[in-house]
């Protein structure tokens, strides 16, 4: 019944063009990168086999670092959690998550993917482990990403950064000095990404750092319980009346 509960296929839209963070950010011009090709258009989730299943929808698929890949001008990130518990800041991103926390951090770049899971022991610092890492193939516009996480219903946190081979991390940061391998922005500390999965287009993230959580955004466990609870005291009443009608 569990297995059945968490089976469910997630599908978001995000608007069109708005991958300019909060409407300010200027792209750098060496190489050119264009918007369409930072600019989150959908995302889905479902599970596939033993593993989960993300397919992340761009405005265009550009390759300006030629990427074996064919892909190069983003970076992916998608943070898996739930309503409670889980980690708040979204790894170096300069944004905090709302509406739950997050437990397994995907990142697609074109060279190269990674999955790790927080592990929290309740008296230190979360520490993180690293998992197998994700397989990813290019359909269309699309990034299909095969993951080892168990499948199930979560809350998201989806974000589009520009790539950079010249940062540790692969993420080029926002900078509020100009020039043409800059990504420039309205102050040194804005936000990383240049667009986030939100589907009513709010630029709130950008100016307040807080990124609400999409899909599942509530608490379902203790329901699941009560209907598995509820099942299960149906079963013993139906076994109860059938005893009573043999004696």
Known sequence: MLTLLAAALLTLADPAGDARGDGGYILPTRPAVGADALDLRRFQAGPQGS??????????????????????????????????????????????????????????TGFGSTLERVSENGEGPASLTALPAPTVRVEGTDLVIDAAIPPGDYAY?????????????????????????????????????????????????FTGGTLPAVGETRDTRPLILAAVGGVGLLLVSLATLQLWRRT
């Open 51 to 108: 593993g989960m299943r993300f397919r992340v929808s761009l405005g265009r698929i550009e390759n300006p670092w030629n990427a074996p890949s064919g892909f190069s001008a983003n970076v992916t990130d998608v943070f898996v959690g739930g309503p409670v518990g889980g980690q708040r800041t979204l790894d170096n991103l300069r944004l905090s998550a709302a509406g739950g926390g997050w437990t397994y951090h995907l990142r697609v």
């Open 157 to 205: 946190w989806v974000t589009s950064s520009v790539y950079s081979p010249l940062t540790p991390d692969g993420v080029l940061r926002p900078g509020a000095t100009p020039g043409p391998t800059v990504l420039q922005a309205g102050r040194a500390d804005a936000p990383v990404p240049v667009d986030v999965l939100l589907p009513s287009g709010d630029p709130a993230p």
